[in-house]
């Protein structure tokens, strides 16, 4: 089992940039595919990219490539997400989660964090 809780979210002015760090606890997150999500209000949750137990694999939503870059420390047990240029659709809580799968589905990953916002004005 593992526990996450993300942080660097916050306000920011469109083109500008995010690190969003994800922490994990126990001795297993190396073992863990993981991915951040958002969801934006009244809207579904969506995958936003995803990176293998070893950093070898990433893979991206198609908006955000180019902009986005998810990378893990497995020494940290933390999973981060650079996010540049910054659009006010990026608006979102985004949450990281772990998954025994390399996927983009939601629904397979079994452990989340709570989330933390980020709100980009234009």
């Known amino acids: 089992q593992v526990q996450l809780v993300e942080s660097g979210g916050g306000l920011v002015q469109a083109g500008g940039s995010l690190r969003l760090s994800c922490a994990a606890s126990g001795r297993t997150f190396s073992s863990y595919n993981m991915g951040w999500f958002r969801q934006a209000p009244g809207k579904e949750r969506e995958f936003v990219a995803a990176i293998a137990r070893s950093g070898g694999n990433s893979y991206y939503l198609e908006s955000v490539k180019g902009r986005f870059a998810i990378s893990r420390d497995n020494a940290k047990n933390t999973v981060y997400l650079q996010m540049n240029s910054l659009k006010p659709e990026d608006t979102a809580v985004y949450y990281c989660?772990?998954?025994?799968?390399?996927?983009?589905?939601?629904?397979?990953?079994?452990?989340w964090g709570p989330g933390t916002q980020v709100t980009v004005s234009s």
């Open positions: 989660a772990a998954s025994s799968r390399f996927v983009t589905i939601r629904t397979d990953y079994n452990y």
